[in-house]
C-alpha cells in the first residue's frame, strides 16, 4: 500500500506540474479558457495567472508525504471546479477549448475530457481518505524500493511523452502534407480552372437568411428534408461537395475527423451535386 500511494503521488505531481508548465507558456489561451468558461474579462487574467500558480504549488506537495494531504485536497477542489465548468458547457452544448495541458496539449472539452477528470479526482480522493499521516513512502527515505518505483515511473513517464510527441510530430506533418496537397490542387500548376457551374456568392442567399426546407435524396436512395437534421436539437454545419473537386477529396479526411470529435454535438451534413 505504501508502494501504491507513492505511486499515486508521482502520477498526480505530473498531472499537475505538466499543467501549470503547459499554461505558463501559454498564458494568453489561457486567459481565453477562463473567458470561454465564463468568467468576467476583468478576472480573466489574474485567474489565468493564479491558476497555474496554484496548480505547481499542489504539484509540490505531492513530492513530501507531510504536505500531500494538503495538496490532494487542493488538487481535488481544482478537478471538481473545472468538472464542474465542463458539465455546463456540455449541457449548454458548448465545447471550449479546455486548455487543461496549456501549450503542452489542449482540447476541446468533451467527455474524454470530463472522463479524466473524474479519474484524477478519484486519486485524490483516495489520498485524501488515508488521512494526513498515511500518504505512503517519503522520497528522503532513498531505500531501494523507493528508488526502483522512481526510476519505473520516470522510465514509463519519459517513453509516454517520447510516443507523445512522436504522434503530434507526425500529426503536424499529416497535415502539412494535405495543406500542400490542397494548394497544389487549388493551384493547377498555375493554369486557370474554369467551374461553369458555378455560380456568384451575390446570388445566393443572404447572410443569416434561414435555410429553405428543401427535399434531397439521400445516399440511399430515400427522400429527406432539411428540416429533419435539427429534429434532435443539435446544430448542423453543411458541406456542399462534388465528385469533381478535388480539393473537397482532399478535406475529407479533416470532416470525417471533425465528425469523429464533434458529432455527439454538432449534426454535419454533406450535400453533393452527384454521387460519389
Known amino acids: 500500500m505504501e508502494s501504491f500511494l507513492l505511486i499515486i503521488r508521482l502520477i498526480l505531481f505530473a498531472v499537475f506540474a505538466l499543467a501549470a508548465i503547459g499554461k505558463f507558456l501559454d498564458l494568453k489561451g489561457a486567459e481565453k479558457a477562463v473567458k470561454d468558461f465564463g468568467a468576467p474579462d476583468e478576472l480573466a487574467k489574474p485567474l489565468a495567472i493564479a491558476l497555474p500558480f496554484a496548480e505547481s504549488v499542489f504539484a509540490l506537495c505531492f513530492l513530501f508525504t507531510s504536505m500531500a494531504w494538503v495538496g490532494a485536497i487542493g488538487g481535488l477542489i481544482l478537478l471538481l471546479t473545472f468538472t464542474a465548468g465542463i458539465i455546463w458547457q456540455m449541457a449548454q452544448g458548448r465545447a471550449p477549448d479546455c486548455h487543461c495541458f496549456g501549450q503542452i496539449h489542449s482540447e476541446p472539452v468533451g467527455s474524454r475530457t470530463l472522463l479524466r477528470n473524474i479519474i484524477f479526482s478519484v ?46 510530430v507526425l ?19 498555375g493554369v486557370p480552372l474554369e467551374r461553369t457551374e458555378a455560380g456568384l456568392p451575390q446570388d445566393g442567399l ?24 435539427f429534429k434532435n436539437g443539435r446544430p448542423a454545419v453543411f458541406f456542399f461537395v462534388s465528385p469533381t473537386c478535388d480539393p473537397c477529396q482532399a478535406l475529407l479526411p479533416d470532416m470525417e475527423g471533425w465528425e469523429a470529435e464533434l458529432g455527439e454535438r454538432v449534426n454535419f451534413v454533406l450535400i453533393s451535386s452527384g454521387s460519389a
Not at 427535399?215 to 437534421?229: D, I, P
Request: glycine letters at 8%.
Open 123 to 168: 486519486l485524490a480522493l483516495f489520498l485524501i481518505s488515508q488521512g494526513r499521516d498515511g500518504q505512503g513512502l517519503s522520497l528522503a527515505d532513498g531505500n531501494s524500493d523507493t528508488m526502483q518505483l522512481i526510476l519505473i515511473f520516470l522510465t514509463v513517464a519519459l517513453t509516454s511523452a517520447a510516443l507523445f510527441y512522436l504522434k503530434k
Open 171 to 189: 500529426g503536424n506533418q499529416t497535415q502539412i502534407l494535405r495543406r500542400l496537397e490542397l494548394l497544389e490542387l487549388v493551384s493547377r500548376e
Open 206 to 229: 443572404p447572410i443569416g437568411s434561414p435555410i429553405p426546407d428543401l427535399e434531397l435524396t439521400n445516399s440511399s436512395n430515400a427522400a429527406v428534408r432539411l428540416s429533419g437534421m
